[in-house]
């Protein structure tokens, strides 16, 4: 009889780790949208080059992943990770500098949110006027952004992207 009753709950245990793999948690559909307008608001500011309220969507102590080097000047082989606020900051001082305007369009694919953590998938494109180049440069490439409630709302903790390298030196060299 025990051997029947160790079986039954073994049969129990993969029937409802089956339901749960088969029905997952809820969604919170005003939680996904939340989500998706703190990564839309993030790149709007971008556009708009208002730095400050695009720094201030990121976590304290956020990643931005880095796959590659992006632009000549940079590290062949970088470190995976940066610091997210500190890869802005850079990056809106010398784009903001070298071009007449920057837009940054995430056009949001999937957005999922499960308790305190968020994860938001864009294909983002950007089209930069630089001040030195007539013609715009045009990228297309995808985004996932990891986001993480926190008592002020929700904050960017992480972007990881499959940019392929750009053109701009962010060194001394012309």
Known sequence: MQVSIRNDTVLLTLLLAALFVTFPAHADHQSDATARAVVEDFNTAITARDA??????????????????????MSDNPPLTADLNDTWKAVTGILFTISESYERVASISQAHVQGDIATVWAE????????????????TFSEV??????????????????????????????
Do not use: C, M
């Open 52 to 73: 400050d309220s695009a720094l201030a969507l990121l976590a304290e102590g956020g990643v931005q992943f880095q796959l590659r080097a992006l632009h000549p000047g």
């Open 124 to 139: 983002t494109k950007t089209r930069t006027v630089r001040k030195d180049k007539k013609a715009p440069v045009v990228v």
């Open 145 to 174: 952004y990891l986001l993480i409630k926190r008592p002020d709302g929700w904050k960017i903790a992480a972007i990881a992207d499959n940019r392929k390298p750009g053109n701009i030196r962010v060194d001394s060299e012309n």
